[in-house]
């Protein structure tokens, strides 16, 4: 497969996500609002006060606490960066923070 494309890569390049990240506050109320708003489950018992993954294996959305240290070495803080993406889903939802900066909706397009 070829490499190269005209101009600056931006986020119209993105063809598929396998893993979606979040950094939030408060995990445990975040994975609620996830599953009342986007329809996603928690997966394989992956929920904590600090970490959870939702949704299966080819479609993740990775929810951590801010300031959580990140394997394998332990020295990188978990930092807020803005956000947004579609998952596909079979119910159509929405879950936005403005505090910090993401947007995640769900539907069949």
Not at 16 to 31: H, K, Q, R
Not at 56 to 84: F, M, Q
Request: a positive charge; aromatic letters at 8%.
């Amino acid at each position: 497969m070829a490499a190269e494309a005209d101009g600056e890569f931006s986020p119209t390049d993105i063809l598929y996500a396998g893993e979606i990240g979040l950094v939030v506050d408060d995990v445990p109320s975040t994975v609620n609002l996830a599953q009342r708003e986007l329809g996603m489950h928690v997966c394989r018992r992956s929920r904590s006060d600090y970490f959870a993954a939702l949704g299966y294996e080819y479609a993740l959305l990775i929810l951590v606490k801010r300031n959580r240290l990140w394997t394998p070495d332990k020295k990188r803080k978990a930092g807020v960066h803005p956000a947004s993406a579609l998952i596909r889903s079979f119910k159509t939802g929405a879950m936005v923070s403005k505090d910090l900066g993401y947007h995640v909706t769900t539907g069949a397009n």
